[in-house]
């Protein structure tokens, strides 16, 4: 029985990154072996084990074939004769197909050290094409280390060309297809996932509402950058710049899908996109099963972001109602994620990387202000609508004075 460190823990060592969780795989025993030593199983298709003290995850070595299309067609032999070179060539990458002994010796049989210093993402063997899965998580790790200069070889990147092409990518699972774009998002340069998958074909499979914006023309007044998609992805970007949370991330991905079903006749003006947009977050959201709060944000974004660019120019009852539709005084947060998604969209455009928004500073002070009265003294005496129109009120004169001051 023989146990080795694999996976990301030895890639992200030699990488010179901080690891968060260690995987281990043994050779030469059973799962019999295992727990009488103590380990707890918990693999559902094949043996993975909890360790009774570290609690990290030590899986028995292993070998795959392809049975059916998708993520979950395959049939796994593990047994003590699978050696440990065995398991590693069913990898998907070969930065990740390096083991470490418990001695510290490092087993690289496909050459994943190499491709590390030349900072190539390589696929270890063709199986790499039998699991679609793999599309995204090579999108994923270019998107993760972008910043160290990694790129896709030429012969992986024709792989994914030619799975997608061949069909692969429509076995996708709605799950597993948002579990890897979510990590996406949380990475430094998400932009890249989306960009990897737009280069093989993959993102009109599964994101056709995010591919059709690439081409469509935007105003050059306001978007010198012209290009809608290329827009979409500086402002992505920018989101990652501004903050760690994926649901703002996501929001500003979604925000102007809508431009891309405007009509020939109108471009490059985007009269009504909002509301197109709405529709087509909704779409995107259930066919992925996209948690709620991510679906929330990313319609409230959509809906309202126009509003955003334009509060110094809108009425005070107007800005009230952008407030009730944000959730703004029952969700303080919301309106922090709505203000960062907002002003990621404005940054998010060439020459403007730099220039913070003063909108941002407007909409915050009008909030500020809307919630600076004096609620118990208002609705005394008044229920129901009465009460909700008296509020209403003093925080539409209370906006209004803020204006006069700014004025």
């Excluded at 043994?26 to 918990?42: A, D, L, R, S, Y």
């Excluded at 010796?105 to 063709?126: A, F, T």
């Excluded at 199986?127 to 160290?148: K, Q, S, T, W």
Aim: charged share 25%; net charge neutral.
């Amino acid at each position: 029985m023989q146990t080795y460190l694999v996976g990301g823990a030895v890639r992200d060592s030699l990488l010179h990154r901080a690891t968060r969780e260690k995987d281990w795989v043994v050779v030469g025993t059973t799962p019999e072996e295992m727990i009488n030593t103590g380990f707890k199983p918990i693999g559902r298709h094949f043996p993975v084990f909890l360790h009774p003290e570290t609690r990290e995850e030590y899986a028995l070595a292993r070998t795959e074939r392809k049975t059916a299309p998708g993520y979950h067609g395959f049939s796994f032999h593990a047994a003590p004769d699978v050696t440990l070179e065995e398991d590693l060539k069913r990898r998907d990458l070969t930065i990740n197909a390096i083991a470490q002994s418990e001695d510290g010796k490092l087993i690289d049989p496909y050459g994943g050290i190499d491709d590390i210093e030349k900072r190539v993402l390589r696929h270890v063997s063709d199986a790499f094409a039998e699991d679609p899965v793999r599309i995204l998580r090579i999108a994923r790790f270019a998107a993760r280390f972008h910043r160290y200069g990694f790129t896709i070889a030429d012969k992986t990147q024709q792989l994914m060309q030619q799975m997608t092409a061949e069909g692969e990518a429509d076995a996708l699972v709605p799950e597993r297809v948002w579990a890897e774009t979510c990590k996406a998002l949380s990475e430094a340069r998400p932009s890249i996932y989306f960009e990897v998958l737009r280069a093989c074909g993959t993102l009109q499979k599964l994101f056709p509402e995010l591919e059709c914006l690439w081409g469509i023309p935007q105003p050059e007044r306001w978007h010198p950058e012209i290009d809608t998609g290329v827009h979409i992805m500086m402002a992505l970007d920018m989101a990652a710049r501004l903050t760690e949370d994926s649901q703002v991330r996501f929001a500003v991905l979604t925000h102007d899908l809508g431009k891309g079903t405007t009509p020939a006749a109108m471009l490059p003006s985007h009269h009504g996109h909002e509301q197109r947009s709405v529709e087509l977050v909704r779409q995107l959201c259930r066919r992925y099963r996209i948690p709620n709060q991510y679906r929330d944000l990313a319609l409230t974004v959509a809906k309202y972001h126009g509003h955003f660019h334009r509060v110094a120019e809108m009425k005070p009852a107007t800005i009230l109602k952008v407030l009730h539709g944000i959730d703004a005084f029952r969700k303080p947060a919301r309106l922090h994620q709505f203000v960062l998604a907002c002003e990621a969209d404005s940054r998010g455009r060439t020459g403007f990387e730099e220039t913070i928004p003063q909108q941002a500073k407007q909409i915050e002070a009008c909030y500020k202000a809307a919630t600076s009265v004096d609620i118990p003294t208002i609705v005394r005496g008044l229920k129901g609508t009465q009460a909700k129109a008296a509020i209403d009120k003093a925080r539409i004169a209370a906006i209004r004075k803020l204006e006069l001051r700014q004025n």
